[in-house]
């Protein structure tokens, strides 16, 4: 109950935040002549696309992160200069391992996350996001590795499920088009309390993406 609701505040702080952001930007930059230039011309839409690395761990103790590779589609539509709204898709596969009695376990969780955050643009090079995230759960396995063999098996549709989470990403942006980004996010889903598995992860994100869409440049 009392993450549904914070929830429902950090959506309504994070467009209350978009509404104010979206009409002083502009006048911040006036009075104190600092971020993007005014005359700047930039696009109201863009789409970009690029790699994923990826570092996340659960919340359990016992569980240590492996890197993985996923990629990311963002959809950024501008509402001024400094201010813009990020959505799209990702594929986001999270691996760990645990020690097992004779051997060593790992996972492998594949989800299709879609963001929506709020992201600002104090310069031209860099930018900074905040936001939230759906986490939708699409497979997982468990692989036990022994010495010189590893077994394999699908874990069932009831261990995992789908989460919610918010991320916090700063920016870099290179060569007109090309943007890296570092990432930190966290999800929370109530796991059963006979389960061994958790729900719950947390972790790094660094992406490189190119944009290869932008609309029309205005003033």
């Known amino acids: ?34 971020g993007p230039e005014l005359n700047q011309m930039y696009s109201k839409w863009s789409l970009s696309l690029g790699p994923e690395i990826n570092r996340i761990n659960t919340d359990l103790k016992t569980t240590s992160p492996t890197i993985t590779i996923g990629a990311v589609l963002n959809v950024e539509y501008r509402f001024s200069k400094t201010v813009s709204l990020v ?18 376990g790992r ?8 963001p929506l955050f709020l992201k600002l643009h104090p310069t031209e090079k860099i930018s900074l996001g905040l936001g939230a995230l759906y986490n939708r759960y699409q497979k997982g396995e468990r692989i036990v590795v022994f010495e010189e063999s590893e077994i394999s098996t699908l874990y069932r549709e009831d261990i995992f499920s789908n989460s919610f989470g918010f991320s ?3 920016v870099f942006h290179f060569w007109k088009r090309f943007h890296t980004s570092l990432t930190y996010r966290w999800a929370k889903k109530s796991s059963a309390p006979t389960l061994a598995q ?16 932008e609309s029309l440049k205005i003033q």
């Not at 929830?7 to 911040?28: A, K, N, Y």
């Not at 996972?107 to 879609?114: A, C, G, I, P, S």
């Not at 992860?201 to 944009?211: A, D, H, I, R």
């Open 1 to 34: 109950m009392f993450f549904y609701s914070f929830r429902i505040s950090f959506f309504l702080t994070l467009f209350w935040g978009l509404s104010l952001f979206s009409q002083g930007g502009d006048l911040l930059i006036q009075q104190y002549s600092k």
């Open 168 to 170: 916090a990403q700063l």
């Open 87 to 104: 959505s799209g898709l990702n594929f986001m596969p999270i691996s760990y391992t645990y020690p097992l009695a004779d051997s060593l």
């Open 107 to 114: 996972d492998r969780l594949e989800y299709l996350t879609v």
């Open 198 to 213: 958790s729900n719950n992860s947390k972790g790094l994100q660094v992406g490189l993406t190119y944009t290869f869409f």
